[in-house]
């Protein structure tokens, strides 16, 4: 079993920063993905961004947060990051973190099995 906590979100001005954190317990981040998702009122869950080892560190990113986001992780910490940059209201959501066995990020949500509570981050424009 994997616990998953996700915080660090708030509102935010447009073109500002927030970092969200997702701390998990039960299981070692390092050796598996973790994911992020976000879900605006109304719309699907949407894969954001993900982190993998599987030797190397792998990395995945949705198109529309490339350049702007950035995910990395402490494995001493066992807990995953996301760095959001110059945000915009469109990335206004509750965004989750997920976790798969899988070793290499994935954008179906299907295909993660244990999920967080998410934390709401509002973009103002």
């Known amino acids: 079993q994997v616990q998953l906590e996700e915080s660090g979100g708030g509102l935010v001005q447009a073109g500002g920063s927030l970092r969200l954190s997702c701390a998990s317990s039960g299981r070692s981040v390092s050796r598996y993905t973790i994911s992020w998702f976000r879900q605006a009122p109304g719309q699907e869950r949407e894969f954001v961004a993900g982190i993998s080892w599987n030797g190397g560190l792998t990395t995945l990113y949705a198109d529309s947060v490339k350049g702007r986001f950035s995910v990395s992780r402490d494995n001493a910490k066992n807990t995953v990051y996301l760095q959001m940059n110059s945000l915009k209201p469109e990335d206004t959501a509750v965004y989750y973190c997920?976790?798969?066995?899988?070793?290499?990020?994935?954008?179906?949500?299907?295909?993660?099995?244990?999920w967080g509570q998410g934390t709401q981050v509002t973009v103002s424009s």
């Open positions: 997920a976790h798969r066995l899988g070793i290499t990020p994935t954008r179906l949500p299907a295909e993660y099995t244990f």
